[in-house]
Nanobody, 115 residues
């Protein structure tokens, strides 16, 4: 049972990245999935979440609203985070997890935004 985040990288300010959160070992569509991030020296924070059962409800932190889009593809057991207009303050390690029955935290995927 695990969630694996991938898709990070280094981009210039204003660039885009698409993160993927691949699930295995459980019925993916039963769970709300949350993207978190942790910047150096800061606590982990929730960035966006998408509800279970098709993902009809989404949430975004104010800091990313209008720039990030979360979606899920049930057929691929994957949640995506499309990140546009990236800013240096988006630099962090990004993780995905279930807010209920949280799984062990993986290594996440590094996102670096710098000029």
């Amino acid at each position: 049972v695990q969630l694996q985040a991938s898709g990070g990288g280094s981009v210039h300010p204003g660039g885009s990245l698409r993160l993927s959160c691949a699930a295995s070992g459980f019925v993916f569509d039963y769970y709300t999935i949350v993207w978190f991030r942790q910047a150096p020296g800061k606590e982990r924070e929730g960035v966006s979440c998408i509800s279970s059962s098709g993902g009809s409800t989404t949430y975004y932190a104010d800091s990313v609203k209008g720039r990030f889009t979360i979606s899920r593809d049930v057929s691929k057991n994957t949640v995506f985070l499309q990140m546009n207009s990236l800013k240096p303050e988006d630099t962090a390690i990004y993780y995905c997890n279930r807010p209920i029955s949280t799984l062990p935290w993986g290594q996440g995927t590094q996102v670096t935004v710098s000029s």
